[in-house]
């Protein structure tokens, strides 16, 4: 059985914020490895994405470190993997990044690594590695193959033995939620069983309850996870109030999932734990930063700076973790209310 706990942080705000300003400046020369000819660069990092939060919470750890970051519009080719590279190949010619450091689409630059020049950094691991957690069911495969628990699966010859809807059923790839649906009847389930095809997909019972998310970064010995729990969440999924909590377990379930598969770079891991009991189940994988890394930052837990300093070789900033710790998505909590 596990139990999730919180902290509650009593240092005043304001206090940490006038650190964190002095901490910048004072930091700001030795962030930038040594031996390294910065000038031959026109950046220090590429972020290939622009538009989604994400990306600018990426950025904006970054730049708070005194590093030189650039964004690239990629809506036009998001979906589409070779128009995606070919935009890549022009914006690194554009921006002569040291390190390219992707927040959705890492996959595709791994599948064409070759293509793209050799002294430029990218702190992510291989396409097959990638795919193994982002994968739905690749995921909970390997989960039980290291006796994680997850919530009650069904094969599809099984659906007839479902005795509570609704169900949670999900396709195997998808994005910000999109491909997890949440059918009322065994009708509806059919259909989406039907709809599938042979890309594979998972149905599972729906536990009561409330989800929490551990978000790790891993690369070679080095590993640190911090976890938040969410207080209130979209359709889909998406969090827009978290809170930062200690869950020892969930973080050792985490690490024990990389280090199974061996895989170096940032990743994200949803569980729900159930109401009553306490008890945790695993989830999802999400070989990427998550949708609560301004909770992780605003704790004293900065992914893209880690990411950054390990991948270039230095040695890591210390982590002070706050818990108790509340973030918000303003413009999503705004448009939830507005719909009531």
């Known amino acids: 059985m596990v139990f999730i706990t919180e902290k509650c942080s009593t240092k005043v705000g304001c206090?940490?914020?006038?650190?964190?300003?002095?901490?910048?400046?004072?930091?700001?020369?030795?962030?930038?490895?040594?031996?390294n000819r910065m000038d031959d660069y026109g950046c220090d990092v590429l972020v290939p994405e622009r538009g989604h939060r994400i990306c600018g919470l990426v950025i904006d750890a970054?730049?708070?470190?005194?590093?030189?970051?650039?964004?690239?519009?990629?809506?036009?080719?998001?979906w589409d993997e070779?128009?995606?590279?070919?935009?890549?190949?022009?914006?690194?010619?554009?921006?002569?990044?040291?390190?390219?450091?992707?927040?959705?689409?890492?996959?595709?630059?791994?599948r064409h690594r070759e293509e793209l020049p050799r002294d430029i950094i990218y702190p992510f691991d291989s396409a097959e590695k990638i795919h193994r957690l982002d994968d739905k069911v690749s995921a909970s495969a390997l989960?039980?193959?290291?006796?994680?628990?997850?919530?009650?699966?069904?094969?599809?010859?099984e659906v007839g033995e479902i005795k509570q809807f609704p169900v949670v059923f999900k396709r195997s790839s998808g994005l910000n939620g999109t491909g997890i649906y949440m059918p009322?009847?065994?009708?509806a389930l059919r259909k989406l069983i039907a709809s599938s095809g042979n890309k594979g997909h998972l149905v599972m019972d729906f536990v009561e309850g409330y989800d929490c998310c551990v978000d790790a970064v891993r690369w070679g010995n080095f590993f640190h996870a911090e976890a938040y729990r969410v207080l209130l969440q979209k359709k889909r999924g998406l969090s827009v109030i978290r809170r930062t909590v200690m869950a020892s377990a969930l973080v050792e379930w985490v690490r024990r999932i990389l280090d199974e598969v061996d895989y170096q770079g940032v990743c994200g891991?949803?569980?729900?734990?159930?109401?009553?009991?306490?008890?945790?189940?695993?989830?999802?994988?999400?070989?990427?930063?998550?949708?609560?890394?301004?909770?992780?930052?605003?704790?004293?837990?900065?992914?893209?700076?880690?990411?950054?300093?390990?991948?270039?070789?230095?040695?890591?900033?210390?982590?002070?973790?706050?818990?108790?710790?509340?973030?918000?998505?303003?413009?999503?909590?705004?448009k939830l209310l507005l719909r009531r």
């Not at 970054?62 to 998001?78: I, K, N, P």
């Open 184 to 187: 009322r009847t065994e009708e």
């Open 143 to 157: 989960c039980t193959k290291l006796g994680i628990p997850q919530p009650r699966m069904y094969a599809d010859d």
């Open 15 to 35: 206090y940490f914020g006038f650190r964190t300003f002095f901490r910048i400046f004072a930091t700001r020369k030795t962030t930038k490895p040594k031996g």
């Open 82 to 110: 070779f128009g995606y590279i070919r935009l890549l190949k022009r914006r690194i010619s554009e921006c002569r990044p040291r390190m390219i450091m992707p927040v959705f689409r890492s996959e595709f630059i791994a």
């Open 269 to 334: 891991a949803d569980f729900r734990v159930e109401r009553e009991t306490g008890k945790a189940y695993f989830l999802e994988c999400n070989p990427r930063f998550s949708g609560g890394l301004r909770s992780q930052i605003g704790a004293g837990f900065n992914q893209p700076f880690i990411l950054y300093q390990l991948a270039s070789g230095m040695k890591p900033t210390e982590v002070h973790f706050h818990r108790g710790r509340f973030s918000c998505e303003w413009d999503d909590l705004r």
């Open 62 to 78: 970054l730049r708070s470190q005194g590093l030189r970051c650039e964004d690239m519009d990629a809506s036009d080719v998001f």
